[in-house]
């Protein structure tokens, strides 16, 4: 091929010029091979500079383009735009940066101006190696398929819906609301909890482009962002339904810690034993009363189980216990209530104020360890260290737990035929814990609600609509999706169907051709990190634009 | 002894696009100053650099090759650096089984937002290359 290149080096006003002597840079350089024409300009990004190159490719039919100037995290995507509008490829071209990792970081004249004429030359001989690559465009579905009708799918649902998406909601029980409906109160504003959910799964209801499924689950995905095909099956009628969809929302949320692994509690060998939700459900039916059908006179509330076994606050049992101890208030006025914690949770700018709220007569907090609960008679006895490490008993009617909170069974099942990966405590892994809290490995797939991890209504709804801002503004009618450029590609004849690859990509980018044993990429999913390529045996693995030679090429030079 | 005198070497440096090489950027926006030795070449993810690019570029005559990438559990393609760290314990076991001074590779986490660790790392690393002298076995080993 006959290489024409155009060198252009940018004086960045006097950011570059001051600190490098670009003329010897220039000079460096002006007798390379392929070299056409090196220049000089005050500030290649301005409107004047971009349009000064765009002739300077035109006037030198230019085949390859080499700016040095700044970082490329600033303007490497301007200058592949001046390459586009100057009909070359704009993978043809390659910026060094000498301002930067060169000019503002080198005092000494010489030495910067020496690092910036190794830095170029490397950029000349990288760009020798470039290859065209073109950009790929795929038609996408807008529907959303969302798993789990809990809060956070209901809301994701309806905020979806309003934008006219087509919504595939999918809900394992017979009744949509999941475990919201058997709250009676919100805390902290202590609303009722049925006015707020009922009008929602009414409002789903009548919307028509939301098709719900209940009593089903999804039984397969497969394909990628934008075009996933889904196979729903009803768990009654034993039929499946197939559909397309471009985006999944999982929304399976949890459940509770298995309290019989917490022999010490007593839990299911006495009565008046009862779990956080079997309380809520006992105060929601509106009868508060032991075995025997008695008021209670006592309560004790246990916060924390489970904690120690599943390594994580659960972050909400604080709250709805501390909401417990109001039902009981609000119920039998004169009820003594115990609350033994191990560390109290109340973070938010209302929590606090309904933590002292809730103090008064009758109410104490305690901090315990090594709780255990024998039978007293008729009652139970709770044995527990306080703080200074003394036991202690305490004689109550009945015991509620507040256990931990895990991932939904529905999860792991999910994790196993989608691929995507749990974290921590088992629940699903968001794609970076702080930056993309909602998105997962999976482009195209997302998570909301307790799915992610232990959170109250408030947060689980924030997450629904972070799920719903994400999705609209990725997955938009009408456009296509632009899938990653800079991907991997298995060469045919060099792989040894070793799967080494398979187990590395995070994204589930390889797959394995059994007919010829050989591994291939979906250049769909992959997004070009070229880990596969580091890890290929057989080198028969390249990434696009950073192929060994384009590297290897670019470090070479740099070292002469 | 004169300025020019003092022996700068080539260190070949391996940016991961996301973490790292905005961090090297930030320390050059900070105007955070280090030696000229550090010669910058940008991957996307540092789970790229093939072991062999590395022993590639020692033998080529640089003196020293740092790799750079983000933090644990910080990866942008999500664990990728995991994989670095696993292949650079690995190639330093090489080098040291070649007889090739495995102290002229060094591997550190720099996040976007570290251009002060950045450039402490250059200068150290720098540093410590100049006390091990220009790497002898360049030019000597053939690949």
Request: one cysteine or more; proline letters at 3%.
């Amino acid at each position: 091929m006959n290489r024409k290149i155009g060198v252009y080096i940018c004086e960045c006003g006097p950011n570059i010029a001051e600190k490098i002597d670009i003329d010897k840079v220039i000079e460096a350089v002006t007798s390379l091979n392929d070299i056409v024409t090196v220049e000089r300009y005050k500030l290649l990004c301005s409107e004047a500079g971009k349009n000064y190159l765009t002739e300077q490719i035109k006037k030198h039919s230019l085949t390859h383009l080499v700016v040095a100037a700044c970082s490329p995290r600033d303007h490497q995507l301007t200058f592949m735009e001046v390459c586009e509008n100057a009909k070359i490829n704009p993978y043809l071209f390659q910026l060094a940066n000498i301002r930067e990792q060169c000019a503002w970081v080198t005092d000494n004249k010489e030495e910067a101006t020496k690092k910036a004429i190794r830095l170029t030359k490397a950029a000349i001989a990288r760009v020798r190696c470039h290859s065209p690559l073109e950009k790929k465009e795929i038609e996408s579905n807008p529907d959303i398929l969302i798993i789990g009708g809990g809060i956070a799918g209901i809301e994701a649902s309806l905020q979806l819906a309003h934008s006219n998406r087509k919504i595939y909601l999918v809900e394992k029980n017979s009744f949509l609301g999941g475990l919201i409906k058997n709250f009676e109160k919100k805390y902290p504003e202590m609303q009722p909890c049925s006015a707020s959910i009922l009008q929602k799964i009414e409002t789903i209801k009548k919307i028509s482009n939301i098709k719900i499924f209940t009593d089903s689950e999804v039984q397969e995905i497969l394909g990628f962002f934008g075009n996933f095909e889904v196979k729903v099956k009803n768990k009654k009628e034993k039929d499946i339904e197939s559909f397309n969809v471009g985006a999944v929302v999982f929304a399976t949320g949890s459940s509770l810690f298995d309290i019989n692994k917490n022999p010490q509690y007593g839990y299911g060998k006495f009565d008046n034993v009862l779990t956080s939700l079997e309380f809520e459900q006992m105060n929601l039916s509106k009868k508060i009363v032991l075995k025997n059908n008695k008021t209670p006179k006592s309560v004790a509330i246990i916060y924390c189980v489970g904690r120690t076994d599943k390594g994580y606050c659960s972050e909400i049992c604080c709250m709805y216990s501390i909401k417990f101890v109001r039902y009981l208030k609000d119920n039998i006025p004169d009820i003594k209530i115990v609350n033994f914690y191990s560390d109290l949770c109340i973070p938010g700018k209302s929590h606090q104020k309904f933590y002292e709220q809730t103090q008064g007569e009758n109410i104490d907090f305690i901090r315990a360890e090594n709780i255990d609960i024998t039978k007293k008679g008729e009652q139970l006895n709770i044995s527990y260290d306080d703080e200074t490490n003394r036991k202690k008993n305490c004689i109550v009617d009945m015991v509620i737990l507040s256990p931990a909170l895990e991932p939904s069974v529905d999860a792991a099942k999910l994790a196993e035929f989608t691929g995507v990966p749990l974290g921590d405590g088992d629940f699903f892994a968001e794609e970076h814990e702080k930056l993309n809290p909602v998105s997962t490995s999976t482009q195209g797939v997302f998570i909301a609600g307790c799915a992610q991890g232990p959170k109250s209504i408030s947060d689980t709804i924030i997450q629904a609509e972070a799920v719903t801002g994400k999705i609209l503004s990725s997955l938009i009618p009408g456009k296509k999706i632009e899938p990653e450029v800079k991907v991997s590609q298995i060469s045919e004849s060099f792989c040894i169907g070793c799967k080494t690859c398979l187990d590395i990509c995070s994204y589930g980018a390889i797959t394995f051709d059994e007919m010829n044993k050989i591994s291939v990429v979906n250049e769909v999913i992959c997004r070009g990190c070229g880990n596969c390529v580091a890890a290929c045996p057989s080198g028969a693995i390249t990434l696009k634009h950073f192929t060994f030679n384009q590297i290897y090429e670019e470090l070479k030079e740099a070292v002469q | 002894m004169k300025k020019d005198d003092i022996f700068l070497p080539k260190i070949l440096t391996f940016l991961c696009n996301w973490c790292s090489y905005a961090g090297a950027d930030l320390a050059g926006t900070s105007r955070l100053q280090y030696p000229a030795s550090i010669l910058p070449v940008r991957v996307m993810c540092s789970s790229r650099v093939d072991p062999l690019l590395i022993l590639r570029a020692f033998l080529n005559g640089f003196d020293g090759v740092l790799v750079t990438g983000c933090h644990l559990g910080d990866c942008h393609y999500q664990e990728g650096n995991y994989y670095t760290r696993r292949r650079f314990v690995m190639l330093k076991k090489v080098f040291d089984s070649l007889g090739l001074e495995s102290d002229r590779l060094r591997l550190s986490w720099v996040s976007a937002a570290e251009g002060q660790k950045y450039a402490k790392v250059a200068t150290e690393f720098t540093q410590k290359i100049r006390e091990l002298g220009e790497n002898s076995s360049k030019n000597k080993i053939f690949l």
